[in-house]
T-cell receptor
Framework: DVKVTQSSRYLVKRTGEKVFLECVQD?????MFWYRQDPGLGLRLIYF???????EKGDIPEGYSVSREKKERFSLILESASTNQTSMYLC??????????FGAGTRLSVL | QKEVEQNSGPLSVPEGAIASLNCTYS??????FFWYRQYSGKSPELIMS????GDKEDGRFTAQLNKASQYVSLLIRDSQPSDSATYLC????????????FGKGTKLTVNP
């Protein structure tokens, strides 16, 4: 079974902190994604990566950056966390342009 | 216009009925369409994918695609209480892009 592992299920951070959300997949997938999910707004794509060191902006990249130094790991970085970044963050990966596998999610609260 | 739009719901059907979920998309060159199910507090999971016009059946689920109308739907026959979840329509936008865009989802409740 494909496994997408997010490093934390719950995180509480302070405004202005630099926050790292880590995601690891174990199936040698080319593509990895970061989404955030908010009530009434659905799943929104922040960034995605189709290869090591390659990244593309999604629909809401402002305030975020990403890093993909190794194929299996895709990190989401909040340079200076703000309260409007309080959300559920979902990492996902895919290979054959068909099935996308999601991690369990990280619920981030920024106080 | 948002790229992927779904009925806002919520949708409530009795057990055994047919649940019909609808989705429209704006990118005419999209070729890949998906339905995901998300239980409360869980991550989305893929239940159907469809690439060609027409119907695709998998057990109690039927996905329907009409590219001319830019419309994709999901029918759930003999609905069960365990089908109660939020259903997300997703579209891989653009001809060669990996970008997968989701609708806001429709919450389905199946009443025993």
């Amino acid at each position: 079974d494909v496994k997408v592992t997010q490093s934390s299920r719950y995180l509480v951070k302070r405004t202005g902190e630099k926050v790292f959300l880590e995601c690891v997949q174990d199936m040698d997938h080319e593509n990895m994604f970061w989404y955030r999910q908010d009530p009434g707004l659905g799943l929104r794509l922040i960034y995605f990566s189709y290869d090591v060191k390659m990244k593309e902006k999604g629909d809401i990249p402002e305030g975020y950056s990403v890093s993909r130094e190794k194929k299996e790991r895709f990190s989401l970085i909040l340079e200076s966390a703000s309260t409007n970044q309080t959300s559920m963050y979902l990492c996902a990966s895919s290979d054959n342009r068909d099935r996308v596998y999601f991690g369990a999610g990280t619920r981030l609260s920024v106080l | 216009q948002k790229e992927v739009e779904q009925n806002s719901g919520p949708l409530s059907v009795p057990e055994g009925a047919i649940a019909s979920l609808n989705c429209t998309y704006s990118d005419r060159v999209s070729q890949s369409f998906f339905w995901y199910r998300q239980y409360s507090g869980k991550s989305p999971e893929l239940i159907m994918s469809i690439y060609s016009n027409g119907d695709k059946e998998d057990g109690r689920f039927t996905a329907q695609l009409n590219k001319a109308s830019q419309y994709v739907s999901l029918l759930i026959r003999d609905s069960q209480p365990s089908d109660s979840a939020t259903y997300l329509c997703a579209v891989r936008v653009g001809g060669g892009s990996e970008k997968l865009v989701f609708g806001k989802g429709t919450k389905l409740t199946v009443n025993p």
